[in-house]
C-alpha cells in the first residue's frame, strides 16, 4: 500500500531534549517535507527537499533541522525542543517528474513539549 | 509575496443544501492550486486540484472548484452536503513561477453539515 509513515504518532517531551520524528515514504518520490499545523495558522513549510542531499527551508525553519541521505526517508530533528514548538507535524511527498504536484501525507505526530 | 486566504474559519451547512468554502490566492506566477481535506485525527487528503483548462474541475466525493483568474479565487462547492462531508479543509497554492516546490496552505475552513 502506497503511504507516508511517520513516527511516533504521539509525543511528550521536555525543553532541551532532542528528538527526531522519522518520516518514509514507499513510493519513490523525489519531493518530500515537513510541516506544522497550528490552530488559526493553517500548515506551515518548516523544511523541503527536492531528493536525496537537496534540502532547502519553508517558512518556519527556526529550531528544526532535516536530514535526506536517503530518498524514502526524511527526518525532522529537533535538538533543543522548546513549548513553542508544541504543534502537530506532518510529512509529505510528492513525485517531481511528470507530477502536477499533489501532495500525500502521512497521519501526523502530535508533539508536546513541557 | 504568495499567499493563501480563506475568509471563513467555518462555514455551516444543511445536509443536502449546497455548500461553497472560499479561497482566494496571490502568486507571482501561474498557480497550481490544490484543495486537502483532514477529518479528525487524520492527515491531509487530496481533493483536487486545477492546473490549467478549464476553470471547473472535480474531484472526489462530488467536490468540485472553480477557478476565476481576474477574482484570483479557487472556491471549493459541493451541489448538496453530506453530513460526512463535515471536516477542516485546507486550500494550497504552488508557485510555478518560482520554479520551486514550496506550497503555501490556507488557515483552513471549518465545515459543518447539520442533519
Known amino acids: 500500500e502506497a503511504q507516508v509513515t511517520q513516527n511516533p504518532r504521539y509525543l511528550i517531551t521536555v525543553t532541551g531534549k532532542k528528538l527526531t520524528v522519522t518520516c518514509s515514504q514507499n513510493?519513490?518520490?523525489?519531493?518530500m517535507s515537513w510541516y506544522r499545523q497550528d490552530p488559526g495558522l493553517g500548515l506551515r513549510q518548516i523544511y523541503y527537499s527536492m531528493n536525496v542531499e537537496v534540502t532547502d527551508k519553508g517558512d518556519v525553519p527556526e529550531g528544526y533541522k532535516v536530514s535526506r541521505k536517503e530518498k524514502r526517508n526524511f527526518p525532522l530533528i529537533l535538538e533543543s525542543p522548546s513549548p513553542n514548538q508544541t504543534s502537530l507535524y506532518f510529512c509529505?511527498?510528492?513525485?517531481?517528474?511528470?507530477?502536477?504536484?499533489?501532495?500525500?501525507f502521512g497521519e501526523g505526530s502530535r508533539l508536546t513539549v513541557l | 509575496a504568495q499567499s493563501v486566504a480563506q475568509p471563513e474559519d467555518q462555514v455551516n451547512v444543511a445536509e443536502g443544501n449546497p455548500l461553497t468554502v472560499k479561497c482566494t490566492y496571490s502568486v507571482s506566477g501561474n498557480p497550481y492550486l490544490f484543495w486537502y481535506v483532514q477529518y479528525p485525527n487524520r492527515g491531509l487528503q487530496f481533493l483536487l486540484k486545477y492546473i490549467t483548462g478549464d476553470n471547473l474541475v472535480k474531484g472526489s466525493y462530488g467536490f468540485e472548484a472553480e477557478f476565476n483568474k481576474s477574482q484570483t479565487s479557487f472556491h471549493l462547492k459541493k451541489p448538496s452536503a453530506l453530513v460526512s462531508d463535515s471536516a477542516l479543509y485546507f486550500c494550497a497554492v504552488r508557485d510555478t513561477g518560482k520554479g520551486t516546490y514550496k506550497y503555501i496552505f490556507g488557515t483552513g475552513t471549518r465545515l459543518k453539515v447539520l442533519a
Open positions: 513510493m519513490n518520490h523525489e519531493y
Open positions: 509529505a511527498s510528492s513525485p517531481i517528474a511528470g507530477s502536477t504536484g499533489e501532495l500525500f
